[in-house]
């Protein structure tokens, strides 16, 4: 089991954030998105299941009574699948970064195009949007993101302001990468390129006794206004051709890219460099390890 993906435990500013993920849109949708969508898809499908126990959303006649927001939709792969669990539903996705919300527009655009999914393109709408600071007054029924929470500041303050946001027996879903810790009673593995990476990082900044673990109030935060339905660890396998591609994604289409704006280019290739050669060697082998991903759904109190 390998451990977290974000791996070097340092929080960006929002604007940071912004301009990271805008960079590297593109990149992440080409090169990310496939590889996490076994999660995704995993996370839609547990929630569809707790839905399908909600008849005043699945049934309800009327457009304006149902909504869903999505959080750090990134390029919108949820989108649509969610449109399509939920009949009625008005599909709100968000990201704070300007260049997701355009990749996500034109993918709900590029997919309505099919005349089994026409009917949706109306039904869904995407804007720039910050899920540390959603808007007084509005809740919805649906709640769901994937793999935004361990990017923005104040992760445990979000999600309690997410749940307050739902209306009564209103369902949210949260799907993360967790904190490098044992999980499934395992240790990372000390091999993980993410373990090392995150090694790598804080030694080089002096930080080697950092401490990573910053969800272990999560469920406390959320018990305060909803009930806990699912919280469990999902395991699944990332391939790379070699790491020169894994660190490639990761630093130039991924979650270590903010730290290029941080550091500068330098700082990180020397980095990524070193990890390079830890798996050097001489031959093209494929990389693969075993990721865990945290999975919480949970229904809002009358």
């Not at 990201?95 to 355009?102: C, E, I, R, T, Y």
């Not at 990372?188 to 990082?201: A, H, I």
């Not at 550091?263 to 001489?282: C, K, M, P, W």
């Amino acid at each position: 089991m390998c451990g977290n993906l974000t791996a070097d435990c340092l929080t960006s500013s929002k604007a940071l954030l912004a301009s990271s993920w805008t960079a590297v849109a593109k990149g992440y949708e080409e090169v990310l998105v496939q590889r996490f969508r076994p999660w995704t898809n995993d996370a839609l499908e547990k929630m569809e299941r707790y839905l399908g126990d909600h008849t005043h959303l699945i049934q309800s006649p009327n457009q304006d009574e149902i909504s869903a927001l999505v959080l750090c939709c990134g390029p919108g792969q949820e989108l649509l699948p969610i449109a399509k669990m939920i009949p009625n539903c008005k599909v709100f996705g968000t990201d704070l970064a300007s260049g997701m919300v355009d990749r996500a527009k034109a993918r709900i655009d590029r997919e309505c195009q099919l005349r089994e999914n026409s009917k949706y393109l109306s039904m869904i709408s995407v804007d720039v949007g910050d899920a540390t600071d959603l808007p007084a007054g509005l809740q919805h029924d649906v709640i769901f993101s994937a793999f935004g929470l361990q990017q923005i500041p104040h992760p445990i303050d979000a999600v309690r302001n997410w749940v307050r946001h739902l209306k009564p027996d209103g369902i949210c879903t949260i799907l993360y990468w967790p904190p490098s810790q044992p999980q499934n009673n395992r240790p990372p593995e000390d091999n993980c390129p993410f373990t090392l990476w995150g090694r790598l990082v804080r030694n080089r900044l002096g930080r080697e006794g950092d401490e990573c673990v910053w969800d272990d109030k999560l469920v406390d935060a959320i018990e305060g206004h909803a009930d806990v339905l699912k919280d469990e660890l999902i395991e699944h396998e990332i391939c790379w051709n070699d790491a020169t591609e894994l660190f490639d994604g990761m630093s130039k289409a991924g979650p270590w890219h903010a730290l290029r704006l941080r550091r500068g280019d330098q700082f990180v290739d020397e980095l990524g460099a070193r990890l390079i050669r830890f798996y050097s060697t001489g031959k093209r082998e494929k990389l693969c390890h075993m990721f865990t991903a945290r999975l919480i759904i949970c229904k809002k109190r009358r």
